[in-house]
């Protein structure tokens, strides 16, 4: 999943609600509340998310968050991995089909 977050935050900043709503889009089942802050926090850690502080006309400034330099290089990087994984899993289901 946080490699999904952190597709979605490259796009642009982010407000939690926001990323929650296009997991779910994605379908991407396992998404709540108590699962997305923990995880934001840990990229945030990590040092390929940043927040930044946006006013608000429905009440208080929301905090969005969005990708760093390093972690464009970090999706970057992944995202090499994951095509790569993706086809191998395809060469494998056609091997089992077989």
């Not at 939690?16 to 699962?35: H, K, Y």
């Not at 995202?79 to 899993?89: A, Q, R, W, Y």
Request: proline share 3%; charged share 25%; net charge positive.
């Amino acid at each position: 999943m946080a490699y999904c977050v952190l597709l979605i935050c490259g796009e642009s900043a982010k407000y939690t609600s926001d990323i929650i709503l296009q997991l779910r889009g994605a379908e991407l089942v396992v998404v709540v509340e108590g699962t997305i802050y923990p995880l934001l926090s840990r990229l945030q850690k990590d040092g390929l998310l940043a927040h930044e502080w946006q006013e608000s006309e429905q009440g208080p400034p929301r905090k969005y968050y969005k990708l760093t330099d390093f972690g464009r290089g970090v999706v970057a990087r992944l995202g090499g991995h994951i095509k790569t994984l993706n086809s191998t899993l395809n060469k494998l289901e056609k091997g089992a089909k077989s």
